[in-house]
């Protein structure tokens, strides 16, 4: 079985260093693959999560930053914390109401950031960056200790103090900076919902999406990952209806946010490629038939992910999904921000992600994903509601 990761959906922990894969890595994009790109849409730089565990913000942002680009309102640097610190205001609440008995994770998902757009609206990166404890670079490891321990010590005594809330709210204040009530941008004073007000993005404009056979297809259901504390809740639909939506949307010029399972050994960040690769194809194999059946499953792996050519691709069945999923062979561990489409030599199709573990492999930051990877491994997608098909919306109950 395969180790759960602790971070969701949106979310992941883990860290590149910075400047420690682009100078031993060799170019494989361009030099294997020849993948050249076929459509790309506006972003914005890459931000690094470093070590905060954050990316269900940083992929969400992203994507909003990508559609104030597409709505013609210019180009924003959202603060990437204003959400993280909200919710976990939020978090705490829920945990000590509920006498710790839920989960207090460190992560989140894409459409916690929705929540707080909707109720709390946005603020400016120069507005609150979250760094407020002497480092450069996120990172949450003593934070998140410090606040999950003050929160266990409060629901383990047998009466609550009125102060609880201002305690634990000084903690996260230490460490992220209190967010400010008010602050200025060039030249005028906003709230967080002015602010939001004034960028003109609707939260309700954007649906999540998943695909799963453990609940009816065309029915909303909440979402059943650990770091959904928040009681987030998706649209299931038939896998391919969700491909569907997903090259349409970049086909409409809109990007859309991708959650899911990154830790598998084809998931290769140092080369910026994710493939599925079928491990019992003949070419994956090669000549040396004899060789091949030698190996155990860890030296099969080893060899079909040296990416010194390209090779076949599992083709991905609703079936296969729902398998990995649940024997936790697919969990909820990273969010990413998809902004384009890709060809490699043979003509094969990849998404363009962006990341948010800085710019120090090949491809400065960004990946291409297969198809096969992006359906086995994807436990759901966000986009705009206007790139989902009439006929789509009207089975699944979204909204027009």
């Given amino acids: 079985m395969k180790k759960i990761l602790l971070s969701a959906l949106l979310v992941s922990v883990f860290t590149i ?13 361009d030099s294997v693959y020849q993948i050249k790109d076929v459509k790309v849409l506006p972003a914005t730089s890459i931000k690094d999560q470093n070590k905060s565990g954050t990316c ?9 930053e990508s559609e104030l680009l597409r709505k013609g309102k210019g180009e924003y640097d959202l603060s990437d914390m204003f959400p993280v ?5 939020r978090k705490a609440d829920k945990y000590v109401r509920l006498h710790g008995k839920c ?3 460190f992560g989140g998902a894409s459409s916690d950031v929705f929540d707080v ?3 709390r609206g946005l603020m400016p990166e120069s507005a609150f960056n979250g760094l ?25 005594g047998k009466e609550i103090t009125t102060v609880w809330k201002k305690a634990y709210t000084a903690i996260l204040n230490t460490y992220l900076g209190e967010a400010p009530q008010q602050f200025t941008e060039n030249g005028k004073t906003y709230t967080s ?45 038939p896998l391919d209806e969700l491909m569907q939506i997903a090259r349409n949307s970049i086909d409409k010029g809109y990007t859309f946010v991708w959650g899911g399972d990154v830790s598998e050994k084809g998931f290769s960040w140092k080369n910026g490629i994710a493939i599925i690769a079928d491990e019992e194809s003949e070419d994956a194999k090669g000549s040396d038939r004899d060789k091949w059946e030698s190996m155990n499953e860890r030296e099969r792996k080893e060899s079909v992910y040296k990416f010194e050519k390209i090779v076949p691709e599992k083709k991905i069945t609703q079936e296969i999904r729902q398998k990995d ?13 998809i902004i384009g489409t890709a060809q490699d030599k043979n003509g094969t199709f990849y998404f363009k992600v962006k990341n948010s573990w800085n710019t120090s492999n090949p491809q400065r930051g960004y990946l291409y994903m297969s198809i096969p990877f992006f359906e086995d491994k994807m436990l759901d997608i966000t986009v705009h509601k206007d790139v989902i098909p009439a006929a789509i919306k009207a089975k699944s109950g979204i909204k027009q």
């Fill in 85 to 89: 610190y909200d919710c976990f205001l």
């Fill in 193 to 237: 919902q002015s602010y939001a007000k004034e960028l003109g993005l609707n939260a309700d404009d954007y649906v999540v999406l998943t695909s799963f056979t453990h609940h009816p297809f065309y029915t909303q259901y909440e979402k059943d990952v650990p770091d959904n504390w928040n009681h987030g809740t998706v649209y299931n639909l």
């Fill in 103 to 105: 989960e207090f994770p």
């Fill in 56 to 64: 269900w913000s940083f992929s969400a942002i992203s994507f909003l």
């Fill in 117 to 119: 757009l909707r109720y």
């Fill in 17 to 29: 260093p910075k400047g420690a894969v682009a100078a031993e890595s060799k170019n494989v994009i």
């Fill in 325 to 337: 999923y649940d024997t936790w062979q697919s969990t909820d561990d990273h969010g990413m921000h």
């Fill in 132 to 156: 407020n404890y002497g480092k450069d670079n996120h990172d949450h490891s003593e934070m998140n200790n410090a606040l999950k321990a003050y929160l266990d010590a409060v629901v383990k």
